[in-house]
T-cell receptor, first 114, second 113 residues
Framework: DTEVTQTPKHLVMGMTNKKSLKCEQHMGHRAMYWYKQKAKKPPELMFV???????INESVPSRFSPECPNSSLLNLHLHALQPEDSALYLCASSQAPSGGAEQFFGPGTRLTVL | GQQVMQIPQYQHVQEGEDFTTYCNSSTTLSNIQWYKQRPGGHPVFLIQ???SGEVKKQKRLTFQFGEAKKNSSLHITATQTTDVGTYFC?????????????WGAGTKLIIKP
């Protein structure tokens, strides 16, 4: 299984809502990532988990809260988001933390904040 | 901060014409990866280049890594409609005790009707 799955595919939420994005991989990868991608831009790294521990937090606002319950799962908890947070949220995994390892991306969650 | 510049931003070609995108880093890279993102899709890994001066081919795609490991290019020969999408380079650099992937801005390949 060389697939990264993400749910939901689409999410519309109000600024007072709390929601979670989910990501799963069964490739035995030990590094997992959250990216944010705006239209016509490259993916922007948010968080990196290495061996289930948060290793990189790219100064992301606290309204985004990542969680790695186990080596196969990655969640992104959302609370009190702003309209400018609307974007495609991509999860990725790699065999090892980004020392040049190929990253496998999920299909993404397209988030709209009203 | 460290940057990977990628040009052009867009390239319009007739089907059958060639396409090239270039990446240039401000610092020496450990390696460089290339990804393709189809419209409405997610980035898909194409290849990784590690060695100075490395050239790799995948059918009509040719990837090069410069001698100084600061620049790279992707050349597509005789483009087809299936090549449409945005091509990103991403350079690996060791920074703040971590390997980090620095993404180029991407080049969008558009096939003229």
């Amino acid at each position: 299984d060389t697939e990264v799955t993400q749910t939901p595919k689409h999410l519309v939420m109000g600024m007072t809502n709390k929601k979670s994005l989910k990501c799963e991989q069964h490739m035995g990868h030990r590094a997992m990532y959250w990216y944010k991608q705006k239209a016509k831009k490259p993916p922007e790294l948010m968080f990196v988990y290495s061996y289930e521990k948060l290793s990189i937090n790219e100064s992301v606002p606290s309204r985004f809260s990542p969680e790695c319950p186990n080596s196969s799962l990655l969640n992104l908890h959302l609370h009190a988001l702003q309209p400018e947070d609307s974007a495609l949220y991509l999860c990725a995994s790699s065999q090892a933390p980004s020392g040049g390892a190929e990253q496998f991306f999920g299909p993404g969650t397209r988030l709209t904040v009203l | 901060g460290q940057q990977v510049m990628q040009i052009p931003q867009y390239q319009h070609v007739q089907e059958g014409e060639d396409f090239t995108t270039y990446c240039n880093s401000s610092t020496t890279l450990s390696n460089i990866q290339w990804y393709k993102q189809r419209p409405g899709g997610h980035p898909v890994f194409l290849i990784q280049l590690v060695k100075s001066g490395e050239v790799k081919k995948q059918k009509r795609l040719t990837f090069q890594f410069g001698e100084a490991k600061k620049n790279s290019s992707l050349h597509i020969t005789a483009t087809q409609t299936t090549d449409v999408g945005t091509y990103f380079c991403a350079g690996t650099t060791f920074m703040d005790s971590n390997y980090q992937l620095i993404w180029g801005a991407g080049t969008k390949l558009i096939i003229k009707p």
